[in-house]
């Protein structure tokens, strides 16, 4: 009877540590990519004004792109790469979510990420309904 009842708290620990645990890593995957799209946004804004005062073109300031994402992310508890490419901006963001139950069964931290991709444009394109 010791052993079935053993084995069914163990169950029910694991089971309690993957309800609680995953949800913490799913909030965090969420964040993730809450930041990795606003990130991508604030390279996306960094406009080479030259370029736009002259012909009326949207481009990119690569280097102010990434330094603006970069910017962003280091407000925030996580890491990410940021590359420019063109006129659109992605980001990465990795972030580690350490575990409340699932760490005494050794498993101490969760890792997820988020990759979202920005692009400069003029004005309004559509309506969004």
């Known amino acids: 009877m010791t052993g079935f009842v053993v084995a069914i708290v163990g169950a029910l620990f694991l089971l309690a540590g993957l309800v609680v645990d995953g949800g913490l890593a799913l909030g965090a995957r969420v964040r993730a990519l809450n930041e990795a799209q ?20 949207v481009r990119l300031d690569a280097g102010r792109a990434r330094a603006a994402a970069l910017a962003y992310i280091a407000a925030t508890p996580d890491t990410a790469s940021v590359s ?16 409340q139950i699932l760490g005494l069964a050794g498993l101490g931290s969760i890792a997820v990420s988020g990759r979202a991709t920005a692009e400069a444009q003029r004005g309004v394109t559509e309506v969004i309904r």
Do not use: C, I, K, P
């Not at 606003?38 to 073109?57: F, M, N």
């Not at 420019?84 to 350490?98: E, F, I, L, N, P």
């Open 38 to 57: 606003e990130a991508a946004r604030a390279g996306a804004q960094q406009l080479d004004l030259a370029v736009y005062r002259r012909d009326a073109s």
């Open 84 to 99: 420019v490419s063109g006129d659109r901006v992605t980001v990465v963001v990795r972030a580690v979510q350490r575990t």
